[in-house]
Structure formats: C-alpha cells, structure tokens
Nanobody
Framework: QVQLVESGGGLVQAGGSLRLSCAAS????????MGWFRQAPGKERDFVAA????????YYADSVKGRFTISRDTAKNTVYLQMNSLKPEDTAVYYC????????????????WGQGTQVTVSS
C-alpha cells in the first residue's frame, strides 16, 4: 500500500509560479508511474502530467506543455510539479497518483491517490 501526501498548493496571481510536492510513504521501485491530475469545480478530473519512476520519461497534457514540469527525487521518494505562467483556468484541486503500469493519461490505471491540494490562480 502506497500512501501519497501532496503539499505546496495555495493562492497565486496569474503569471506566477507554484511547486507541488507529493511524498510517497515507501520506496518506489523502478516500475511505478507517478501522475498529477486536477479537478476544477463542477468538472471531471483531468490528467496533467506523469513520470515513469525508473527512467524519468515524462508525458504532459497539451494544456500545460511548456509551463509545467514534472520531476522526481528518488532519494526522497517525492515527485514534484513545477507550475509556471499560471492561468486562472489552472485553478483546481491537484491530486498525485501512483500506478504500476504506464498508461499515463488513464485515470483508472492509477491505484493509489493522495488527498489533493488546492491551487487557486487569481486574475
């Protein structure tokens, strides 16, 4: 059982930056994918970005390419989401998730989820 704890959310003005962190409760071996999803009020949860723990390969939603960067620190069992040039439409609860297979955008493939962290971008 993997427990995930997100942190780093908050309120920021449009154009600003935030870095989200997701700490895993156990060592993640090479065969895990870590993903970030987000859910805005009244909308479905959407894929944001994912990284394969073993080799660091990444995948992004088109809406965040060039603005967000996902990375991981294997020594700290932590995955990060650096968010730059934030827009009001990035406002959502951001969730971290872990999967033992690489279907990065497929929400159903993720077995473990964090509790979410709120990101609010003001215009």
């Amino acid at each position: 059982q993997v427990q995930l704890v997100e942190s780093g959310g908050g309120l920021v003005q449009a154009g600003g930056s935030l870095r989200l962190s997701c700490a895993a409760s156990m060592h993640l071996f090479n065969n895990y994918a870590m993903g970030w999803f987000r859910q805005a009020p009244g909308k479905e949860r959407d894929f944001v970005a994912a990284i394969w723990w073993g080799n660091g390969i990444t995948y992004y939603a088109d809406s965040v390419k060039g603005r967000f960067t996902i990375s991981r620190d294997t020594a700290k069992n932590t995955v990060y989401l650096q968010m730059n040039s934030l827009k009001p439409e990035d406002t959502a609860v951001y969730y971290c998730a872990a999967a033992r297979q690489w279907f990065p955008t497929r929400e159903a493939s993720y077995e473990f989820w964090g509790q979410g962290t709120q990101v609010t971008v003001s215009s």
